[in-house]
T-cell receptor
Framework: KNQVEQSPQSLIILEGKNCTLQCNYTVSPFSNLRWYKQDTGRGPVSLTIMTFSENTKSNGRYTATLDADTKQSSLHITASQLSDSASYICVVSDQAGTALIFGKGTTLSVSS | DTGVSQDPRHKITKRGQNVTFRCDPISEHNRLYWYRQTLGQGPEFLTYFQNEAQLEKSRLLSDRFSAERPKGSFSTLEIQRTEQGDSAMYLC?????????????FGPGTRLTVL
């Protein structure tokens, strides 16, 4: 069964600190992996997209890594800001974009 | 704003009533998706249109649910005889076939509460 598991379920960090969120997947065949940020009460917004051949991709303070052999991905947030407080969802596609398997998300709270 | 829009943003209804939600995709996007998201969960795929054709439906989409995209532009999602278990955020997304990674852009969602 195609699944996407994320950890931790929730995380609280101080403003300015770094953090890393984890994503493990069993989706096969694999097309691409995306990280979305979802603010409370809003739709998800794409942060990064990586294909099988990519190991890392950055978007500002967000850096995603992918190990397609172990089927693991991580999202590293550097120098966290209060506005980073949101749910971060790992999404894996097993086709060219139409079938997306979503993780449950990691809820990040950044406090001052 | 040229993003995906959804209407209404919130809907409260009594069990047994019918509700209809609307989604307006980004104008040049020919693919449109509906998802359902409950608290603490990631979005779950419901159905997908390419232009006006409904190409895929999830088993989550019971007979009480129907989606249309009559002119290949906006879409509606109707839930008949609502149940308390239908309470959720209903998200719409759109994408442009042929674009890199076919990235889906999400609307703000419609939050449904069934009393």
């Amino acid at each position: 069964k195609n699944q996407v598991e994320q950890s931790p379920q929730s995380l609280i960090i101080l403003e300015g600190k770094n953090c890393t969120l984890q994503c493990n997947y069993t989706v096969s065949p694999f097309s691409n992996l995306r990280w979305y940020k979802q603010d409370t009460g809003r739709g998800p917004v794409s942060l990064t997209i990586m294909t099988f051949s990519e190991n890392t991709k950055s978007n500002g303070r967000y850096t995603a890594t992918l190990d397609a052999d172990t089927k693991q991905s991580s999202l590293h947030i550097t120098a966290s800001q209060l506005s980073d407080s949101a749910s971060y969802i790992c999404v894996v596609s097993d086709q060219a974009g139409t079938a997306l398997i979503f993780g449950k998300g990691t809820t990040l709270s950044v406090s001052s | 704003d040229t993003g995906v829009s959804q209407d209404p943003r919130h809907k409260i209804t009594k069990r047994g009533q019918n509700v209809t939600f609307r989604c307006d995709p980004i104008s040049e996007h020919n693919r449109l998706y509906w998802y359902r998201q409950t608290l603490g969960q990631g979005p779950e795929f419901l159905t997908y249109f390419q232009n006006e054709a409904q190409l895929e439906k999830s088993r989550l989409l019971s007979d009480r649910f129907s989606a249309e995209r009559p002119k290949g532009s906006f879409s509606t999602l109707e839930i008949q005889r609502t149940e308390q278990g239908d309470s959720a955020m209903y998200l719409c997304a759109s994408s442009r076939m042929g674009s890199e990674f076919d990235t889906q852009y999400f609307g703000p969602g419609t939050r449904l509460t069934v009393l």
